[in-house]
């Protein structure tokens, strides 16, 4: 974890509603400024999408921080990304998050910016860091890294707790299949 200041603004990336609630938590408990945003080509369908795009907002409300949201919604842009790179798939997904994260948060001023994805056991927080901090390097402001699978089980609970969506995978079309049909992607 860098050095910080205290009511240092951060853009927080937000998955989902439930993702984002003990990243939210924390970083303001370390005296963090936060501002969610929503950017998420990856989920799909565009039903699901919306379904974690009412959440993060519900979460944005009842915890009340700001959250943009990313306009469209590039579905293509991100299957282009990783057709016929199955296997490397969740770095291209990364990127693709990370770097408009990073975009939006040297655009609006914001000396950092982070991922709800660190919360998650089953990401590749080496891949998200490795990615955040060349995206970073390239926008001109800073990925904060910082391991909150500590509260993985907190951030569950508390998204029931709030009655948020939660959903059932990852979030793209190959995660749910993976997940549903019982097969392996690769």
Known sequence: MGSFNAMDRILLHCCCGPCATYPVKWLREHDFEVT?????????????????????QRLSERFGFPLIVSEGYEMVSYLRAVVGKEGERCREC???????TA????????PRF?????????QNREAIREIGEEAGRRHGTEFFYHDFTEGFRESQQM???LDLYRQKYC????????????????
């Open 36 to 56: 969610g945003f929503w950017y998420n080509p990856n989920v799909h369908p565009f039903t699901e999408h919306q379904s974690r795009l009412t959440a993060a």
């Open 159 to 161: 998204a029931k707790d």
């Open 171 to 186: 979030g793209c079309i190959y995660s749910e299949w993976e997940r549903f049909g019982k097969v392996k992607v690769r």
């Open 103 to 110: 975009r939006e948060a040297a655009e609006k001023g914001f």
């Open 114 to 122: 982070t991922t709800t994805l660190l919360i998650s056991p089953y």
């Open 94 to 100: 990364y990127r693709m998050r990370l770097e408009r």
